[in-house]
């Protein structure tokens, strides 16, 4: 792929006003999308990361080798009430947990977001299986920007594709709906998450798309369902599939303000995809347990061969583990602190980042068992074209890739990059086209 990132650069290099101006074209349209977060344009470069054919057959091979190591995680939680005690879950999350979602899928979406570094060499950041966005956002961007002008310059060179992501999830939502009831093939279906919490423009588009194929459908508040005569409802919408972007630990802080909808998933009366299972591997918990083969022994060799080689070494915190606790203090170069079950980065702390004093401080304010340390890896870098006041440059960022699984299935990319070593939407990000190159 250099070849492709090198002609890229040289087309851009030769007219750097005309593309400037491209660039400008792509971000008014990109504001009549429904890629946008907190309100606000989804921020982006006129920089694509390109992909070959056989790099997409290493993350299908690198997804499906995680994901069976997953499935067997899930079931020894089902079967074993001492495997499930290692991840500390309240009694009502775990109840939920147990419920049979209806259908085989224990994560029907999820994202692993990694440290790709080229061929096979890659690292897991995290996993991603409970809400997960990123979809629409890249979708549209993606195709946007096949008919930008540099795009349509390389394309007399090479064939570009991009990931089609939004209706091949429908298509995933409805596959699942049909093993939860196969006698019924025309579900009312409800987009889920507290009001102020989610992504409206990205739900929007989601309710969009499935009404275009003659589905009723409707963006619902948890707090709102009504639970009678074995149904669940928003107001007077029977609610028959839901597609739950509510995290689970929003579910779990509301738990008394959702009282119908609780009962009618532990009733099995109504489809949620995802099922509250897949929170077994959301927790960052999943990868100190995972790491852990006395409680992992369940697992082949080779499979804890993967887990040593592509997962970074992660424990526990624990503030009272005197030897833990000083090798943490001693070591920040090398680590970084994360909280167990918060999203968009928040919480996350890379030691060197933070100077010995700043890293003691946030070692010292650590309660319990509430955080994992973990092994620093190097954050891939590249150089991508930036516009400043309509003068090109080529500026070094960091990425992570997230890849996108549909029934446990690899579907997609989802890229964000930046200049620090912490990547996501909520510390100011940019948002990259995926390409495909043939």
């Not at 999308?33 to 006129?46: D, E, K, R």
């Not at 790491?291 to 061969?305: A, I, P, T, Y």
Request: aromatic share 14%; proline share 3%.
């Amino acid at each position: 792929m250099e070849a492709v990132y090198k002609r890229y650069q040289e087309i851009l290099s030769a007219d750097p006003n005309k593309y400037c101006e491209d660039y400008q074209k792509l971000y008014k349209k990109m504001k009549d999308s429904p890629a946008y977060y907190h309100g606000q344009v989804i921020p982006f470069l006129y920089q694509p990361l390109f992909f070959s054919k056989k790099e997409l057959q290493i993350f299908k091979e690198l997804t499906s080798q995680l994901t069976d190591i997953l499935n067997k995680v899930i079931a020894r939680y089902l079967s074993d009430s001492k495997f499930r005690s290692y991840f500390g879950f309240s009694k009502e999350l775990e109840k939920l947990i147990l419920a049979d979602p209806g259908y085989e899928c224990s994560f029907p979406m999820a994202r692993f977001d990694i440290f790709y570094y080229g061929d096979k060499n890659f690292k897991f950041c995290e996993l991603n299986t409970d809400g997960s966005s990123g979809s629409v956002k890249t979708n549209v961007l993606e195709e946007f920007f096949l008919s930008t002008q540099v795009i349509d310059q390389l394309k007399e060179e090479y064939q570009i594709a991009y990931s089609e992501l939004i209706e091949s999830w429908i298509d995933t939502l409805l596959e699942n709906y049909r093993k939860f009831n196969p006698n019924h093939n025309k579900p009312n279906i409800a987009i889920m998450d507290f009001e102020g919490y989610g992504m409206v423009k990205e739900f929007e588009c989601f309710r969009d798309a499935i009404k275009e194929r003659g589905y009723q459908v409707k963006i619902i508040e948890p707090r709102e369902l009504e639970y009678r005569d074995d149904k669940l409802y928003s107001s007077d919408f029977r609610v028959d599939l839901i597609y739950r972007r509510a995290v689970t630990l929003d579910l779990i802080d509301h738990y008394d303000e959702i009282e119908d909808f609780i009962a009618a998933y532990l009733d099995g009366n109504v489809c949620v995809v995802g099922g509250i299972r897949s929170q077994v591997i959301h927790n960052k918990i999943i990868f100190a347990i995972l790491q852990d083969f006395d409680k992992v022994d369940f697992l082949s060799e080779d499979e804890q061969d993967f887990i040593k080689n592509h997962i970074p070494y992660t424990r526990i915190f624990n503030p009272a583990d005197d030897e833990l606790f000083n090798y943490v203090k001693d070591n920040k170069d090398s680590l970084v602190l994360k909280p167990m079950d918060l999203y968009g980065a928040d919480g996350v702390a890379i030691g060197r980042d933070l100077s010995q004093s700043e890293w003691e401080d946030r070692l010292g304010k650590i309660e319990g068992e509430t955080y994992l340390v973990q092994e620093f890896c190097l954050v891939p870098e590249r150089e991508m074209a930036v516009f400043d006041e309509g003068k090109l440059s080529f500026e070094p960022f960091k990425y992570t890739l997230g890849l996108f699984l549909y029934n446990q299935n690899f579907k997609g990319i989802y890229t964000r990059a930046g200049k620090d070593n912490v990547i996501a939407s909520a510390t100011g990000c940019v948002t990259l086209p995926n390409l495909i190159i043939d």
